[in-house]
């Protein structure tokens, strides 16, 4: 029996070309069906094929008129609860200056000083966006609060907007501990992470050059396991680093950034289920080089790619745009990148009810202006996404 306030059963149609992202379904990786049509009922895909062969009954039926459809995109690493911008910080790194990860202590600042009306404000407008280019799942960071009660309502709002959640205490040493970073995270494993952990899904830390080392991320990791929490970890994204490999020693989820790896590195990578999740929204803000995708996809790795959307390193929430700088620079093709920003966030964050139009999985779809995903770096920067479906619902047209 259909609970109360569920969707109708909707028959989107005539879809020009349909990315599946399940290969028995359809041609190669994406399992692309041509002239399709997807059954919804109660929110799930219930029925995907070939729409000659579209079964009857549904309440409803929506024509997509030849359109491109494809799975919501999964956005895998987000920082959205904050307060403030970095304009001013942007400007100068475009002037030449180095971006050395000090910044972030001024969006920590100006975090701390906002009501949780205001860091609700700009998480409701931020998620909208994403949600409007075509996001219908968010990973949501915290990070900008480093104090125990600063963390616990910075994830007490990314609860209410996403269910993914992810503390990320140690993201930089904040400033009344300047000089005693040992003594931060001393206190992140053995107060912080226990008063955080019943609000979170996942541990993170930000293992780079000007922020915590191989020990200490190792530290922070240990405690949220303690507490429950799956690790996942910012690595070598200013340089090589011993990151990537914490990460697989762990068994973290996903190690994001990368962007400066060996061939140590790649060889871990890809003999692990750890997920290199790409963000190169960051390389696009900073002027800094790209991760080579090429060489992590030709050595088995699995790759998803994300926005990183925070407010001074990659102030986006389109994945869109993700994907058309990660075919232009980093050498993967559309395929490639659609998949990863789709069912490679999907994996990253351990879910396989997501990032894909299989039978019982989440009726998430985007429908573009476009007859082809390929569009999507076809036509960068062209706001293609016409409709957006979460559970069964039409919430973007």
Not at 207 to 225: I, K, N, P, T
Request: hydrophobic letters at 45%.
């Amino acid at each position: 029996m259909k609970q109360t306030g569920s969707p109708p059963s909707i028959l989107v149609d005539d879809i020009g070309e349909l990315v599946t992202n399940v290969p028995e379904l359809g041609e190669d990786r994406l399992g692309l069906i041509r002239d399709a049509a997807v059954l919804f009922v109660d929110g799930v895909v219930d029925w995907v094929g070939p729409r000659a062969q579209a079964p009857s009954g549904a309440e409803m039926r929506h024509d997509l008129g030849g359109r491109a459809a494809l799975p919501g995109f999964v956005d895998s690493h987000t920082h959205l609860v904050f307060a403030g911008d970095r304009a001013v910080e942007f400007a100068a790194r475009m002037s030449g200056e180095e971006y050395d990860a000090g910044g972030i202590r001024d969006t920590v600042a100006a975090t701390r000083a906002a009501t949780d009306g205001q860091l609700e404000a700009t998480v409701v407008r931020l998620a909208g966006e994403a949600l409007r280019a075509g996001t219908t799942t968010l990973e949501i960071k915290s990070g900008y609060g480093q104090t125990i009660v600063d963390e616990q309502r910075s994830l007490a709002v990314a609860a209410r907007h996403a269910r993914e959640t992810t503390l990320l205490a140690a993201h930089v040493t904040p400033p009344e501990f300047a000089g005693r970073t040992d003594d931060y995270v001393r206190m992140v494993c053995d107060e912080m992470v226990d008063a955080c952990a019943a609000q979170a899904k996942w541990i993170d830390v930000f293992c780079e050059r000007g922020a915590f080392d191989r020990d200490q991320s190792a530290a922070v990791l240990s405690a949220g396991m303690r507490s429950g929490l799956v690790p996942r970890v910012h690595a070598n994204q200013l340089g090589p680093g011993p990151g990537v490999q914490l990460a697989v020693e762990v068994g973290a989820a996903s190690v994001d950034h990368v962007s400066h790896t060996t061939a140590a590195d790649v060889e871990a990578l890809a003999g692990a289920d750890t997920v290199a999740t790409l963000l190169p929204g960051a390389e696009f803000c900073t002027r800094s080089a790209y991760p080579d995708a090429r060489r992590l996809l030709d050595a088995g790795v699995t790759v998803a790619l994300a926005s990183d959307c925070n407010p001074g390193t990659s102030y986006t929430t389109d994945v869109g745009f993700c994907i058309a700088l990660a075919v232009r620079e980093m050498r993967m093709t559309p395929a490639e990148a659609v998949w990863s920003a789709t069912m490679g966030g999907a994996v990253a964050l351990r879910r396989n009810d997501i990032g894909r139009l299989g039978i019982g999985c989440h009726a998430d779809l985007i429908a573009l202006d476009a007859p082809s995903h390929l569009h999507l770096a076809y036509r960068p920067g062209v706001a293609l996404v016409r409709e957006v479906w979460r559970d069964g619902r039409l919430v973007v047209r």
